[in-house]
């Protein structure tokens, strides 16, 4: 059974940059076959798609946080990681990481139970 | 970018009554690229139907999805307790992929 789980700071100050990373347990990234994203919920609201790794490095970005979104995947740990720089207020959200098994940024069928991030001074 | 609209907003019905969701596309979904899932508060989102109307491993067949273009439908044969929850379609046919504003099942 494949497990996902975010780590990282809960709290990020405004104009830096929001680190996360996701583990993955009970399967190889680096086995290929699936691409492996980023998702985030605003408080309350719907769901937002960041992006997505390869285990080759390979990515995509929503073009609306291209400029912003750095992911990264270090196969030897089995992880991979968001960067998002100039965070402001409107970045306050809960981040799941999730496996898309079709490489389209969906469907995606194991997620992490998500972090919170808060954007506050 | 597609955007998804999901109505209603909130569905108040009972525990075996039957529900109907429905997700609009604002353009063609291609190959019928629509995933549903549902939520319950303080959990991540599950994986319930994809391709429009597959459903996803170990889910009920009482959940069922069909449509397709721009009008997409899930629907709950008999509301169980444990269906009460928020569910969100989303469309990957297209880059970027996006999600609908999602439609709240609520016991009434």
């Known amino acids: 059974q494949v497990q996902l789980q975010e780590s990282g700071p809960g709290l990020v100050k405004p104009s830096q940059t929001l680190s996360l990373t996701c583990t993955v347990s009970?399967?190889?990234?680096?086995?290929?076959?699936?691409?492996w994203s980023w998702i985030r919920q605003h408080p309350g609201k719907g769901l937002e798609w960041i992006g997505y790794?390869?285990?080759?490095?390979?990515?995509y970005y929503n073009p609306s946080l291209k400029s912003r979104v750095t992911i990264s995947v270090d196969t030897s740990k089995n992880q991979f990681s968001l960067k998002l720089s100039s965070v402001t207020a409107a970045d306050t959200a809960v981040y799941y990481c999730?496996?898309?098994?079709?490489?389209?940024?969906?469907?995606?069928?194991?997620w992490g139970q998500g972090t919170l991030v808060t954007v506050s001074s | 970018e597609i955007v998804l609209t999901q109505s209603p907003g909130t569905l108040s019905l009972s525990p075996g009554e039957r529900a109907t969701l429905s997700c609009r596309a604002s353009?063609?979904?291609?190959?019928?690229?629509l995933a549903w899932y549902q939520q319950k508060p303080g959990q991540a989102p599950r994986l319930l139907i994809y391709?429009?109307?597959s459903r996803a491993t170990g889910i009920p067949d009482r959940f069922s999805g069909s449509g397709s273009g721009t009008d997409f439908t899930l629907t709950i044969s008999r509301l169980e307790p444990e269906d009460f929850a928020v569910y969100y379609c989303?469309?990957?046919?297209?880059?970027?992929?996006?999600f609908g504003g999602g439609t709240k099942v609520e016991i009434k």
């Open positions: 999730a496996r898309d098994y079709a490489g389209l940024g969906g469907p995606f069928d194991y």
């Open positions: 391709g429009a109307s």
């Open positions: 790794i390869y285990y080759s490095g390979s990515t």
């Open positions: 989303q469309q990957y046919g297209s880059s970027p992929s996006t």
């Open positions: 353009q063609s979904v291609s190959s019928s690229y």
């Open positions: 009970g399967g190889s990234i680096s086995s290929g076959g699936y691409y």
